[in-house]
C-alpha cells in the first residue's frame, strides 16, 4: 500500500492570504487527487492531478481559486488561494494503487486549515 | 453523476453489539470501497469489495452488485469502532471516486 504523507498537518491563516499543501508518496503513482471534507461533512473531490498536465477540476472548483501542481509521479501540490473562513477544511491527497487507477484508494493523513 | 446513500446517518451502540451499514448506489460501479475515518480524521480504508464478500477480524463486508448496495457488518464492536464509516464508488468506465455521506457511529463503553 502507498504510504502518502501531507504537509502542513494544520494551520491557522488570515482571510486573504494562500496556502499552500505539500503531498509526498512513497512510491510513483499515475494519478493524484485532491479532496476537501468541510466540518461535518463528507469527502468532495476538488481535482485530478496527472504528470505533466493540467489538473481536471470538479464543478464548483476552479484552478484560480486551487492552483494544483504535479512536477512528477510522487509529488503534488495544492494551493487555497484568497482564503476566506468558507475555506476552513480538511484537505485530503488520495493516490490509488494499480497503475495510478482508483482500485485501492490510499489517504494522506489530511491538512487541517482553519481561516480567521 | 452517481449518487451514493448511506443509512443509518447515525448510529449509537453498546460495547459489544452488531451492527449493519447499508451504502446504496444508482448506477453500475467497478469499484466499491469502505472507509474508516477515526475521530482525529485519519481515513482508512477497510475493504476493496466491488462485488461478492470479504471478511477481516470483526468486519466483513458484501457488496450485491446487480442490486445495488453493499453492506458493512461488525460484530462485537469496541469503543475503538467509533468514527464515522465511508462509502465511496468509482462508475464504471470512469476514475473518480464519488463517497456517501458516512454514517456516524458511536460506541459506548
Known amino acids: 500500500s502507498a504510504v502518502i ?12 492570504t494562500s496556502l499552500t499543501i505539500q503531498c509526498q508518496v512513497d512510491s510513483q503513482v499515475t494519478m493524484m487527487f485532491w479532496y476537501r471534507q468541510q466540518p461535518g461533512q463528507s469527502l468532495t473531490l476538488i481535482a485530478t492531478a496527472n504528470q505533466g498536465s493540467e489538473a481536471t477540476y ?3 472548483f476552479v484552478i484560480d481559486k486551487f492552483p494544483i501542481s504535479r512536477p512528477n509521479l510522487t509529488f503534488s501540490t495544492l494551493t487555497v488561494s484568497n482564503m476566506s ?26 491538512t487541517r486549515l482553519t481561516v480567521l | 453523476g452517481i449518487q451514493v446513500e448511506q443509512s443509518p446517518p447515525d448510529l449509537i451502540l453498546q460495547e459489544g453489539a452488531n451492527s449493519t451499514l447499508r451504502c446504496n448506489f444508482s448506477d453500475s460501479v467497478n ?6 475515518q477515526n475521530p482525529w480524521g ?3 480504508n477497510l475493504f476493496y469489495i466491488p462485488s461478492g464478500t470479504k471478511q477481516n ?11 445495488r448496495y453493499s453492506l ?35 460506541v459506548k463503553a
Open chain 1, 58 to 60: 470538479e464543478s464548483g
Open chain 1, 5 to 16: 504523507s501531507q504537509k502542513p498537518s494544520r494551520d491557522i491563516c488570515q482571510r486573504g
Open chain 2, 57 to 67: 477480524g470483526r468486519l466483513s463486508a458484501t457488496t450485491v452488485a446487480t442490486e
Open chain 2, 31 to 36: 469499484n466499491l470501497q469502505w472507509f474508516h
Open chain 1, 85 to 110: 473562513p468558507e475555506d476552513s477544511s480538511i484537505y485530503l491527497c488520495s493516490v490509488g494503487e494499480d497503475r495510478g487507477l482508483a482500485d485501492t484508494q490510499y489517504f494522506g493523513p489530511g
Open chain 2, 72 to 106: 458493512l457488518y461488525i460484530s462485537s464492536s469496541q469503543t475503538t469502532d467509533s468514527g464515522v464509516y465511508f462509502c465511496a464508488v468509482t462508475h464504471t468506465g470512469g476514475f473518480k471516486t464519488i463517497f456517501g455521506a458516512g454514517t456516524r457511529l458511536f
Open chain 2, 42 to 44: 485519519q481515513l482508512i
